[in-house]
């Protein structure tokens, strides 16, 4: 969640603010960008939508490499 938490950060919105545009609490979203909680694909085409972008663009290499690592 490097990359999600990368790209909120370049963007300068807060996990509250991130929480509220993805429709969660700041907690829960916090937990998924800090890998407490699982990643849902609705929830990552949320998050991706508030970047403007895809899914894919967002969570692809990290879900690769955890893959590989498992």
């Given at each position: 969640?490097?990359?999600?938490?990368?790209?909120?950060?370049?963007?300068?919105?807060?996990?509250?603010?991130?929480?509220?545009?993805?429709?969660?609490s700041?907690?829960?979203?916090?937990?998924?960008?800090?890998?407490?909680?699982?990643?849902?694909?609705?929830?990552?085409?949320?998050?991706?939508?508030?970047?403007?972008?895809?899914?894919?663009?967002?969570?692809?290499?990290?879900t690769?490499?955890?893959?590989?690592?498992?």
């Amino acid at each position: 969640m490097q990359e999600l938490k990368r790209l909120r950060k370049k963007k300068k919105i807060s996990c509250e603010d991130m929480g509220n545009m993805i429709g969660v609490s700041k907690v829960y979203y916090w937990q998924l960008e800090n890998d407490k909680r699982r990643l849902t694909y609705d929830m990552a085409v949320k998050i991706a939508h508030v970047f403007n972008t895809k899914p894919d663009s967002v969570f692809y290499e990290e879900t690769k490499i955890r893959i590989i690592k498992s």
